[in-house]
């Protein structure tokens, strides 16, 4: 690991390239991505706006693990909608939820020194914990020693409460790897607001009755469901999700003197982390929201990637120091 010689990295069910993102900037630069897979056409646009088209493929499931080229670290957020809160919850009966074997198989072919899994936190006691014992039994029968942690961005100087499940492997049984610990910086809503954003955020008089006529429908049953207001001094959002576009519901911004409005994709982009230069150009706000909800939070996996990186290194050191004994 001293040498120069670049860390190469596969980006599976990439999204938008937020995993990849991270470890190129935990790792300096010293990464190369040698493989990604996406099916979405969508996600694929900005995907290449941000990282150029080089060694994209489309559906894993449909690629046969020994064409995958031989990397260090395996990169994936895998589909989590078979585990979410918000849909059914079927987990390995949903289809997408058999994705996780797709990683096995090319764990299994490949061998890559390490890698990173991220999925929603309901997998950690989906089917009372059967789901996630299920894959942490596969992943040690393919010979690695794993670590699972549930971390929350708003411990991360990020202004979102949203919580992700993170799985961290290493095919050495020796390495010593410890997640990151919470920063404990103070986090505001207007760290990631625009001065002038656009009216057409605004939300209509007929979206706004709406989202109050299912908050006070709620209420009066007991539950407290419906739309999520703050404004720039409140300390966090609700979680983004992939159906941002469809009402905003999740996270309207107070205005004075009128409706709320929705963030805009350059403020998705900020509560999710992701740095300024980062291109949203590409595709539509629609796609852009779906994009960021589905993505990750980018300064958590940096940490993370910064201790994997410690822990590789540290490995390779005593590895060394053993070599030199021997």
Same mark, same amino acid.
């Given at each position: 690991?001293?040498?120069?010689?670049?860390?190469?990295?596969?980006?599976?069910?990439?999204?938008?390239?937020?995993?990849?993102?991270?470890?190129?900037?935990?790792?300096?630069?010293?990464?190369?991505?040698?493989? @990604?897979?996406?099916?979405?056409? $969508?996600?694929?646009?900005?995907?290449?706006?941000?990282?150029?088209?080089?060694?994209?493929?489309?559906?894993?499931?449909?690629?046969?693990?020994?064409?995958?080229?031989?990397?260090?670290?395996?990169?994936?957020? %895998?589909?989590?909608?078979?585990? +979410?809160?918000?849909?059914?919850?079927?987990?390995?009966?949903? @289809?997408?939820?058999?994705?996780?074997?797709?990683?096995?198989?090319?764990?299994?072919?490949?061998?890559?020194?390490? $890698?990173?899994?991220?999925?929603?936190?309901?997998?950690?006691?989906?089917?009372?914990?059967?789901?996630?014992?299920?894959?942490?039994?596969?992943?040690?029968?393919?010979?690695?020693?794993?670590?699972?942690?549930?971390?929350?961005?708003?411990?991360?100087?990020?202004?979102?409460?949203?919580?992700?499940?993170?799985?961290?492997?290493?095919?050495?049984?020796?390495?010593? %790897?410890?997640?990151?610990?919470?920063?404990?910086?103070?986090?505001?809503?207007?760290?990631?607001?625009?001065?002038?954003?656009?009216?057409?955020?605004?939300?209509?008089?007929?979206?706004?009755?709406?989202?109050?006529?299912?908050?006070?429908?709620?209420?009066?049953?007991?539950?407290?469901?419906?739309?999520?207001?703050?404004?720039?001094?409140?300390?966090?959002?609700?979680?983004?999700?992939?159906?941002?576009?469809?009402?905003?519901?999740?996270?309207?911004?107070?205005?004075?003197?009128?409706?709320?409005?929705?963030?805009?994709?350059?403020?998705?982009?900020?509560?999710?982390? %992701?740095?300024?230069?980062?291109?949203? +150009?590409?595709?539509?706000?629609?796609?852009?929201?779906?994009?960021?909800?589905? +993505?990750?939070?980018?300064?958590?996996?940096?940490?993370?990637?910064?201790?994997?990186?410690?822990?590789?290194?540290?490995? +390779?050191?005593?590895?060394?120091?053993?070599?030199?004994?021997?």
């Amino acid at each position: 690991m001293k040498s120069k010689k670049k860390i190469k990295i596969i980006d599976l069910f990439a999204g938008i390239g937020g995993i990849r993102l991270c470890f190129e900037q935990a790792f300096k630069g010293n990464v190369e991505c040698v493989f @990604t897979s996406e099916i979405d056409k $969508f996600a694929i646009q900005t995907y290449i706006a941000n990282f150029g088209d080089e060694n994209i493929y489309g559906d894993i499931t449909k690629i046969d693990e020994k064409d995958i080229p031989e990397h260090d670290i395996l990169l994936a957020g %895998f589909p989590c909608q078979p585990f +979410s809160q918000a849909g059914l919850k079927k987990g390995f009966k949903d @289809t997408r939820g058999t994705l996780f074997f797709d990683i096995e198989r090319v764990l299994l072919a490949k061998k890559p020194k390490a $890698f990173l899994l991220e999925n929603v936190k309901q997998l950690k006691g989906h089917d009372k914990g059967n789901t996630l014992k299920v894959i942490l039994e596969h992943l040690k029968n393919a010979g690695y020693k794993t670590y699972v942690q549930v971390l929350a961005a708003k411990d991360f100087g990020v202004p979102q409460n949203r919580e992700r499940i993170y799985i961290v492997g290493f095919l050495d049984n020796n390495v010593d %790897f410890h997640f990151p610990e919470p920063i404990k910086k103070e986090t505001k809503v207007g760290s990631i607001l625009e001065k002038n954003p656009d009216k057409k955020y605004t939300i209509s008089d007929k979206l706004w009755e709406g989202h109050q006529r299912r908050k006070a429908m709620h209420k009066s049953k007991g539950n407290g469901f419906g739309y999520g207001l703050v404004n720039a001094d409140s300390s966090y959002t609700n979680t983004i999700s992939a159906r941002y576009y469809k009402d905003g519901s999740e996270i309207l911004v107070e205005q004075k003197g009128k409706n709320p409005r929705k963030l805009t994709p350059r403020e998705a982009a900020r509560l999710q982390g %992701f740095p300024e230069d980062y291109n949203i +150009s590409a595709v539509s706000d629609n796609q852009l929201y779906k994009q960021f909800g589905n +993505s990750v939070c980018v300064p958590v996996i940096e940490k993370i990637a910064e201790k994997i990186k410690e822990s590789l290194e540290m490995t +390779s050191l005593h590895n060394e120091i053993l070599a030199k004994v021997q």
